[in-house]
């Protein structure tokens, strides 16, 4: 069992930067691949980015591509996603999600969800 916990989310300019956290529970985390997904209102959950559970491999959505980076530090149980020159259109609820095994884009693959954390971006 794994709770995840988001935090770091708000109102930023557009240009501007946010680091996310997402606080996990447990001492297998280094088992789980972890990602990072986001639901905009009237749009579907939609993938951000993905981690391994070694950090190794990281995945990105085009459209954060070059602008967002996931990381992890397991000694914290702990996953971030840094995100620099912020856009209106990345506004949304962002959640973090584990799943069992290797780290994945879909999210149905995924077993565990934090409650999400708002980031709203200001033109």
């Known amino acids: 069992q794994v709770q995840l916990v988001e935090s770091g989310g708000g109102l930023v300019q557009a240009g501007g930067s946010l680091r996310l956290s997402c606080a996990a529970s447990?001492?297998?985390?280094?088992?789980?691949?972890m990602g990072w997904f986001r639901q905009a209102p009237g749009k579907e959950r939609e993938f951000v980015a993905a981690?391994?559970?070694?950090?190794?491999?990281?995945y990105y959505a085009d459209s954060v591509k070059g602008r967002f980076t996931i990381s992890r530090d397991n000694a914290k149980n702990t996953v971030y996603l840094q995100m620099n020159s912020l856009k209106p259109e990345d506004t949304a609820v962002y959640y973090c999600?584990?799943?069992?095994?290797?780290?994945?884009?879909?999210?149905?693959?995924?077993?565990?969800w934090g409650q999400g954390t708002q980031v709203t971006v200001s033109s």
């Open positions: 999600a584990a799943v069992r095994g290797p780290s994945n884009f879909i999210a149905r693959a995924y077993d565990y």
């Open positions: 447990g001492r297998t985390f280094s088992t789980y691949g």
């Open positions: 981690i391994s559970g070694s950090g190794g491999r990281t």
